[in-house]
């Protein structure tokens, strides 16, 4: 009988989103000509590469943007590709690791703060359904909130996911003995991890603690236009 | 909590007849097979007593109070774990009815949707595809696909057109907002249960006029000045479409009295507007019905209206139309024939409209026995290909002849032509209904054999496990018999060395 403690380890895996569908979350802040163009959306990596330029054309001409966007929105969203594509034949460790996922984020008047636990390792795990329950259960009406929410989920995975590469890398290299150091290695190296023995063992309760519910609530603000404002004046001195 | 149990209180909630297998104090099959992550030993965050009371909990929760339906999120702060299992725990008890199942509760998510015009795709009205009876789940039946609430495609007015009731109607009660006192002047927000009204500052601004009204109570009324389209503006509005193109700033400065979206709704919704947006060299300016009264040219005007149609669909390079024009089915008879014809003529694709003109017409030829020359079908579809590819002045002048020519034929044959026409496209129609429908019996046939499969293939593997089980067995009781042999041999030894020899000598004394 295998004992509960090393039985959480399982071999290295190509490198992937660890979600149902294998998007990745693209994010773009281009400055050019006095006109600024942000945006973050996901990208299906196995779509052709000729898709970026016909995206970046067709955004411009939607927008009414100056045509210099063009070549640099398809670099931007190239080289976000291509980095993707490096770690992607590599290895990375699916111990278990359930990580919280923190939500801070404003679309348009809609203000959402939100804390869960995600697990790593459930390759059937995904961030838009979870986005679109939130945002039904929630009552929120605003549309573009579902995929802002979605992509924010995304984009942590992401790199949480390309951080167990380098650990994977590390550890490799290190040549330490596999068997039962590894479970611990993967989830100390994102720091981030909980301590899934204590929490799951035969006494301890899955029903969170009263003290800790607060931090994993929901929370969804609607905002007034001035304050919306407001927030966005700050947003841009921060910027600079 | 025991449901039923022997307390002072009897609590008793319902649940479906399909769900009666579940017990509070153990797990059943249904769900080990469902949920097999948590019972297969390879992880330690998903055990069987993890589930258990994940499972308790959420039903606790939902019990605390069953006339409010649970939603995920607000369980979902109160459990330790992965959010997508817990996820998967909730909608399956909420699939078998183990939550929010109870009469009370009113399903307004499905309902709540229906505000946003939706378009219709896949199966028309009249079919809907349901789950096979056999099957263990309860039947539930799947979404129903949104219907779209702008009814059907409007077609401008024909000239001969009056609306004689638009004068008895009153003029429109000055509607006061209900939180502000104020006129609302086009659009205003009204609530669904009540009368109250509310402008559209008002609504923005969050004060919906009473504590226990929410946002979602609100339906917005349109803004009356934008959806009226008299004849002028879209005349106009057609003309600066061939004009502009693409490029709606300018067009909305044409059409003085609609904005940009207006411009772009309407245009959608005329039965050609499409083909205007896509083809790059419109040529339609002249068929839009003209200031002419009488009723001949009426007549004539509709049939240039089917006409012009098909010859935009013949110059269109993107192929026939959308397939959900197709699908869609022509209810009302109240309106027009010509304005059926038209519809139905918009519908079907080209080569089909004029197969089924031509038919039509040698039908009705043979019928009234006038000779065909006189429809002159051969030049009718020649000529209009040619004149796809000539120019756009001569265009209208070889149009303005056609006109003329027109003119000439009797009126009762020409509407006789229009009705066969029509009959020709209604006929076509249905034989792509008829495909659809059996594009759809394989596709469910498919899904039979499939679950069949399913069921055969889980067999086997509970099949497998028994052989496995059974194997086992056969070792521990090799491993007895084996035993038992050592034991033996060992008795025997120690009664072979102490000399005892009375049982084993009796082929001695023989």
Redesign the interface.
Known sequence: M?A??S??WKGPVKFRMPTAENLVPIRLDIQSEGQRYKDAFTWNPSDPDNEVVVFAKRTVKDLKLPSAFITQIAQSIQSQLSDFRAYEGQDMYTG?K?IPIKLDLRVNHTLIKDQ????L??F???PE??AR??C????V?DPEVGPAVAFAIREQLYEIATQSVASAKESRLSKKSRRGSDHGSASKASGLSMD??K??S?KS????KRKD?DV???VVD?L?SEEVDALEAREERHAR | MEAIDSSAELELYTIPAQSSWFLWDDIHEIERREFEEFFS?????R?P??YK??RD?IINKFREDTSRSL????I??????????L?KVFLFLDKWGLINFAPSLNDN?TLSSVDNAKIEQGTPAGIRVTATPNSLRPITAPPLVEQRTVSGIKLPPLTSYSDVFSDLKKPDDVLLCGHCAERCDSAFYQHNKSIVNLCEKCFK??NYGGETNA??DFKLVGDSAAAVWTEEETLLLLESVLKHGDDWELIAQSVSTKTRLDCISKLIELPFGEFLMGSTSGRLSSAVPTEDEDTEQVKTDGQEHEETEMREENEDEDGPPAKRKRVALISDSDSSLVKQVATMASKVGPSVATAAAKAAIAALCDEASCPKEIFDTGDYTDSTVDRADGDKDTDMEEQKEEKDGAQGLPVALRIKASVATALGAAAAQAKILADQEEREMEDLAATVIDQQLKKVQSKLKFLDQLELIMDAEEEVIEGGKETILQERISVLQCAFRSGVTKRWDHTYVK
Not at chain 2, 41 to 45: A, R
Not at chain 2, 71 to 74: K, L, M
Request: aromatic share 14%.
């Open positions: 295998k509960l403690g039985s959480g278990e359930i869960f636990l995600w697990d390792n459930n059937e795990s995904d359904e979870f329950t939130l039904k259960d929630l009552g009406e899934l023995v929490l799951f035969f309760s899955v029903v969170r519910l994993y609530e929901p609607l007034t | 030993e390879s992880s330690i965050t055990t007593k993890v009371e994940y909990f939603t995920f999120t607000s979902r702060k109160f459990l330790v774990g992965d959010v997508n299992l996820q998510d601004n969050g946002a979602g």
